[in-house]
């Protein structure tokens, strides 16, 4: 199968849609066409390359979410070079090591990070060229001042295993790590997701999921690109204003992870609203508790689909069918053009029903980590990507995660994996959030560890949740400890962090 470049293909959809609407920021008038976005791309990477940026450069993107921050990547990728999103969050010293890690030689900003930029900039040496916004102005007017009237367009010539993207992920411990994805990995992934979706031109997605992330770009973006649907995007999630925008925006699909959801119940339920046009949830980057699954179906009446994915996998690997059998507590069958296995510490398969770890190849799958030969080599083994997510399959092809690789406790011998414990807690009528881990023992080796949070106006009594626990597992399972917290760490896309607890 062949595969355009990540800018030809923008160019087909901007022939293809034309005078619909691609793009759109949350309260504003402002939006950008197919045809206006592709023009503008390609404008936009003139300007780039006037300034010197060619093909393999990388280039850091430090933006909140906005239309801008999609048509800086797009106009990079036009002009040949990488995009290097950088969150926004971050502290000085993760700013500073991405930057000097992936050798970005220009970055896109904006005004309000100046002292930051000013501060390291020095200790970036591989930097050249900073482009930064003034308040108020989009990208274009700033590379127009700087430039003056920009003229022609650029489409550069790219192969399709040319790099697009270095997505810089957090990982268990350590530095993060760049995670490569070339131009078939978007054009893929894209095309897997409109598909697997079920996406139309008449769909709306609204973008909560920050952009220096896999999943709001691969879902909600590239997938709208490839159908012809538009993509409204908010600078953050925040519950009320996501159902004001689904109300006033007539959103017709909603990705999030499952804590998006669980404050989404929340606001809904302090303030119901006519959510007229929302026909589907879509839960990725965790796994969903059945409890919030279940209630938002109910109080949403739509589906809820889980899906899973990573960045190595630009995206979809497995997921739950839109028309078809959704399981609850699955993350589905893997999807078309993608193949997945689940292996033993041996590399053979497991027998059906028994626990492996899940692995993948495909279009989607990344060639490899920036700047880190040995992780690449141990990470993809004939072009097999190895997720370190444990799973089982049942008879009829659905994948059940049970856990990451790194966090199986085990207990006196057992086994015991986080996922079965936190459904249970996730059952009770407290628990807000939950976490497990494994702790150490001196008899037991490990045991589990149960991090909580209670539900706003609940509290939570360590040896009534013991005793429901007791119910429902076996007693080896049952945590040792517990913590109650008012609220667990997250990421910015609002994961729990595991890592931080212990």
């Not at 087909?12 to 197919?34: C, W």
């Not at 404050?263 to 508790?289: H, N, T, W």
């Amino acid at each position: 199968m062949s595969f355009p470049s990540f800018p030809e293909y923008i160019q087909q959809k901007g022939a293809s849609f034309g005078k619909r609407v691609f793009l759109k920021d949350f309260g504003e008038e402002r939006a950008y066409t197919y045809e206006e976005f592709a023009r503008l791309s390609a404008r936009m990477a003139k300007g780039l390359a006037t300034m010197g940026i060619g093909e393999g450069d990388r280039v850091a993107i430090l933006h909140p979410n906005h239309t801008d921050f999609v048509l800086a990547y797009s106009s990079i990728a036009h002009a040949g070079g990488v995009a290097v999103p950088i969150n926004p969050l971050y502290t000085r010293g993760e700013v500073l090591f991405i930057l000097q890690d992936s050798g970005a030689k220009a970055l896109i900003t904006t005004r309000s990070f100046k002292k930051l930029v000013e501060d390291i900039k020095g200790e970036a040496p591989s930097l050249e060229l900073v482009v930064m916004k003034e308040e108020g102005e989009l990208l274009i007017q700033t590379l127009e001042r700087l430039l003056g009237t920009l003229r022609g367009e650029l489409v550069r010539e790219l192969s399709p295993e040319s790099p697009a993207f270095i997505f810089y992920t957090s990982g268990t411990t350590g530095r993060p790590k760049g995670v490569i994805l070339n131009q078939r990995n978007l054009v893929f992934g894209g095309a897997n997701t409109a598909q697997n979706y079920g996406l139309r031109e008449d769909d709306v997605a609204l973008v909560c999921l920050p952009l220096v992330h896999i999943f709001a770009n691969a879902s909600p973006v590239l997938g709208s690109l490839n159908a012809g649907g538009k993509a409204v995007i908010m600078e953050r999630f925040q519950s009320d204003i996501a159902l004001e925008a689904m109300e006033r925006e007539r959103i017709t699909w909603f990705p999030g992870v499952p804590t998006m959801f669980a404050y989404l119940i929340e606001a809904y339920q302090r303030a119901p609203r006519k959510i007229p046009c929302l026909r589907m949830g879509l839960s990725g980057g965790a796994s969903m508790s059945a409890e919030h699954l279940s209630r938002f179906q109910e109080m949403f009446q739509v589906p809820v689909i889980e899906v899973y994915g990573l960045t190595e996998s630009t995206g979809l690997v497995t997921a739950n069918p839109v028309h078809g059998v959704r399981k609850v507590g699955s993350i589905g069958i893997q999807v078309s053009g993608v193949s997945t296995r689940l292996l033993d510490e041996t590399g053979k398969e497991v027998a059906l029903g028994e626990v492996g770890e899940l692995v993948f190849k495909g279009p989607n799958a990344t060639p490899g980590y920036w700047n880190l030969p040995d992780l690449t080599l141990s990470t993809i083994r004939d072009g097999w990507v190895y997720t370190k997510d444990l799973a089982r399959m049942d008879e009829e092809g659905y994948y059940f995660i049970v856990g990451r690789k790194d966090e199986l406790i085990i207990c006196g011998g057992y086994n015991v994996y986080p996922r079965e414990i936190e459904e249970v807690l996730y059952q009770h009528e407290s628990v807000g959030e939950a976490a497990v881990i494994g702790v150490s023992h001196p008899t037991l080796g490990q045991v589990p560890k149960a991090f909580l949070a209670p539900k706003k106006g609940r509290r939570i009594e360590e040896e009534v949740i013991r005793e429901h626990c007791a119910k429902y597992l076996a007693p080896y399972k049952v945590p040792r400890y517990f913590q109650v917290m008012d609220e667990l760490p997250k990421s910015s896309t609002g994961k729990i962090l595991k890592k931080m607890l212990s």
